[in-house]
């Protein structure tokens, strides 16, 4: 879905709107036979032909193309700084439509804090199907993507902040050093969020998201999202998004549009809220480390500092007591919900190793067992800090 489509009506350019107006108006023109406001959501799955083979507006089944979903891709791509963007039917579809564009037996680099579900695609099932492998790297430390590097390394793949351990690395120069080497650079911008940083301005290639996460918003979507400014890359993936089928529905497009209009102000309280947080936990006897990019002694605040708006939502800390003791506090609290996945207005409190991560346990990727991660909402902060509190107190 090309950046520059008319679907954006006027809104594509970032230097003349602000990202809180595009985020409300780009791709989602007024409704031109009622005048409504609100993108509508188009059902249909088959669209009426005026000739064999001659679509009207281009639209001829909903797999390839929904108006619905194309206002959906323009808004994203638009927020990303990106010519093309591409929704799928969730963040792991859209990761496997970006690692079917690679060569048998190509190599992909990764962080050694890296989502437990992209490693499992990685080398479960790109690994035993097509000969996909990977190597884990500290990315912290660029020089050891060079001493990594093989004719077959084709890519680097990072999380920044990662998810859970909220590590921070510079995109601009792993971009440079990459793309010095012939290879590509991903970035999966989920946790930041476009409006927090913007990946393709700093260097890389593509930028992936869980739409599941801040872009809905609201833990009632599943969806996910590539955007790129790389024409060749666009082909590819609009090939495989219509051959391969993992598309989202239109209501789910329709939900991730709805969220994206409130992304900036939702943020902005995420934030606010995580930074009172990471006071409580800091000062708590029962934490032993905070996890946070805002953190001046955090080993990538000043990367953060320079690349990001703002430091993000997600929290992760270590518990005193080792993994009993982590157990123990996130069923103890009440307003955060022992549940997986993040980024919506509800607080969530997980234990990784056991729940998200697990399927990286006994790998490079292994997280520790008295980790707990929190994405932190947009309810009421001082029911948060004593909800928090009171199950710190439990564990102290």
Sequence with gaps: MMGGDPLLSGFEDPEEFGFETRAIRAGQPHDART???????????TFAQDAPGSPKNGYEYSRTGNPTRHAYEACVASLEGAQFGFAFASGLSAEDAIFRQLPHGSQILLGNDAYGGTFRLIDSVHGKKSGLANAAVDLTKPSEIEEAWTPDTKMVWLETPTNPLLSIFDIRKISEMVHQLGGLVVVDNTF???????????????????????IGGHSDLVGG?????????????????????AVPSPFDCYLALRGLKTLPVRMDRHCENAQRIVEVLSS?????????PGLKEHPGHEIAASQMRNYGGMVSFRVAGGQPAAERLVTSTKVFTLAESLGAVESLIEHPGVMTHLSVAGSALEVP???????????????????????????A
Excluded: C
């Design 35 to 45: 005048g409504g406001v609100v993108t509508p959501i188009a059902m249909a799955t």
């Design 192 to 214: 930041a969020t476009p409006y927090l940083q913007q990946p393709l301005a700093l260097g890389a290639d593509l930028v992936v998201h869980s739409a599941t996460k801040y």
């Design 369 to 395: 067992d008295d980790l707990v991660r929190i994405s932190v909402g947009i309810e009421s902060i001082n029911d948060l800090e004593s909800d928090l509190i009171h199950a710190l107190d439990q564990v």
């Design 284 to 292: 708590h006897p029962a934490v032993e480390q905070v996890l946070y």
């Design 225 to 245: 999202f590539v955007a790129t400014n790389h024409e060749s890359f666009a082909e590819d993936l609009v090939y495989i998004q219509n051959a391969v089928g």
